[in-house]
C-alpha cells in the first residue's frame, strides 16, 4: 500500500511573508561567482531579521491556514542560499518564528524551511523545481504555492500546483 502523502503549503519568504524594511527589492546576483554571492551575502548583513517587515495580506492567509487546518504542513522554500558557517539558515528560522509565533520545541505546528544549496547559482525557479521534485513532492501533496516571482508561478503551474502570486505592494492577484 503506498504511503500516504501530508498535505502542504509551499510558501515562499523574500517578497512573500516578507520585504525589506527599506523597500528595497532583493535581487539575486546572475553570476555564477562565489564573491559576487559572499559579497550580496555580506550586504545583505545574512537576512538578519531586523532588516524585514512582514507582508501582513499574505501572513494573514497564512494563519488562517494554520488556525483553520491544522493538518497542512507549511514548506518554506526559498532561494536563499544555505551557507555552511553563516547565520542564513538560523536567520531564516528566527524570522519565520517571530513572524509566527513558532516556538522553537513543541510549536505544534509541522514546517519545514528547504534552501538553495551551497554554490548552486541557479535561476531560483531551476533550483526551486528541483527541491520540490527531489525534496517535497515523495512526502508532500501541495494543495497551494505562494510565491512572488513570475517564473516560480510559472514552474509550480506547470507542476500542477495551485499558485498564489504575491504582489510587492501585498496585494494578491491569483497568479
Same mark, same amino acid.
Given at each position: ?58 501572513? !494573514? =492567509?497564512?494563519?488562517?491556514? /494554520? ?6 504542513? #507549511? ?6 542560499? &544555505? @551557507? ?45 523545481? !528541483? =527541491?520540490?521534485?527531489?525534496? /517535497? ?6 494543495? #497551494? ?6 517564473? &516560480? @508561478? ?22
Amino acid at each position: 500500500m503506498p504511503k500516504k502523502k501530508k498535505i502542504c503549503i509551499i510558501i515562499d519568504v523574500d517578497g512573500t511573508i516578507v520585504s525589506e524594511k527599506d523597500n528595497s527589492q532583493i535581487i539575486l546576483p546572475t553570476e555564477n561567482n562565489r564573491e559576487i554571492w559572499d559579497l550580496f551575502h555580506k550586504n545583505k548583513q545574512y537576512y538578519k531579521p531586523s532588516q524585514f517587515k512582514q507582508n501582513k495580506n499574505i501572513v !494573514d =492567509i497564512i494563519k488562517a491556514v /494554520i488556525n483553520n487546518m491544522p493538518e497542512v504542513y #507549511l514548506i518554506f522554500l526559498t532561494a536563499r542560499e &544555505n @551557507i555552511e558557517g553563516k547565520p542564513i539558515f538560523i536567520n531564516t528560522y528566527r524570522l519565520i518564528k517571530k513572524i509566527f509565533g513558532f516556538q522553537p520545541t513543541g510549536f505544534g505546528r509541522r514546517f519545514t524551511i528547504l534552501m538553495r544549496k551551497e554554490n548552486d547559482f541557479r535561476s531560483s525557479d531551476m533550483v526551486k523545481e !528541483d =527541491i520540490l521534485n527531489n525534496e /517535497i513532492l515523495h512526502d508532500y501533496s501541495p494543495i #497551494l504555492a505562494i510565491d512572488d516571482e513570475e517564473p &516560480n @508561478i510559472k514552474m509550480f503551474e506547470r507542476n500542477n500546483i495551485n499558485c498564489i502570486r504575491a504582489v510587492r505592494k501585498g496585494d494578491l492577484l491569483n497568479g
